[in-house]
Each structure stands twice: as structure tokens, then as C-alpha cells.
């Protein structure tokens, strides 16, 4: 059974930080493009990060530029997202997506809050 599951939202301050998880199972990340996306409530979903399968690049939404970073550990078939300087804006349920020619898969969100 294929799956992504995202972990490490929860409530944090502003100025705070969280790193989100997002752990494969049933096939291995290595040569996926990995998608971080966010949801607020009443807006549509939008892309923060990606990391390429191939070769490695990133890319980042202007709003996230300097403060998140993604990254994979092949070794764990694990991405992450770090998330520093968290502002209250950035509140959202937290998608990961892993993506492969026509293969596509989606986790089941992670809330993130930040309020003080």
C-alpha cells in the first residue's frame, strides 16, 4: 500500500520554528519530485516548495524565501520542509506531494498554526 504521511504541525509563535515530515511508504522517494503545498481556510491551495528528483534543485514560493527549506533523506524515505521565522500568515494544513512521470501521490495534511 502506497502512502505519504505528513507529521510535525501542531501551534507555535510567531518568530517560532517546526520542521514537517513526510514519510513513504510502499515506494521509494528517491527519484520522486517532492511538493510541499499549504491550504488556508477560504483560499485555494498553493505551492510553497519543491525539490527536484532529478537533480536536486529547489524552488520556493517569494513568501518563504529565506525562511523555509525542503529536503529528502533518501535513507529514511523521508522529505522535510524547515520552517524558521514563522509568521501567522504561513497558518495552513501542510500537503506533501510526491511526484513521479504520471505517478502522483498526496498525504493527508498537517495542521500548522502560528499565533501567539
Known amino acids: 500500500q502506497v502512502t505519504l504521511v505528513e507529521s510535525g504541525g501542531g501551534l507555535v509563535q510567531p518568530g517560532g520554528s517546526l520542521r514537517l515530515s513526510c514519510a513513504a511508504s510502499?515506494?521509494?522517494?528517491?527519484?520522486?519530485?517532492i511538493g510541499w503545498f499549504r491550504q488556508a481556510p477560504g483560499k485555494e491551495r498553493e505551492g510553497v516548495s519543491c525539490?527536484?528528483?532529478?537533480?536536486?534543485?529547489?524552488y520556493y514560493v517569494d513568501s518563504v524565501k529565506g525562511r523555509f527549506t525542503i529536503s529528502r533523506d533518501n535513507t529514511k524515505n523521508t522529505a522535510y520542509l524547515q520552517m524558521n521565522s514563522l509568521k501567522p500568515e504561513d497558518t495552513a494544513v501542510y500537503y506533501c506531494?510526491?511526484?513521479?512521470?504520471?505517478?502522483?501521490?498526496w498525504g493527508q495534511g498537517t495542521q500548522v498554526t502560528v499565533s501567539s
Open positions: 506531494n510526491a511526484r513521479f512521470h504520471t505517478l502522483s501521490y
Open positions: 510502499g515506494f521509494t522517494l528517491d527519484d520522486y519530485a
Open positions: 525539490l527536484s528528483g532529478s537533480d536536486g534543485s529547489t
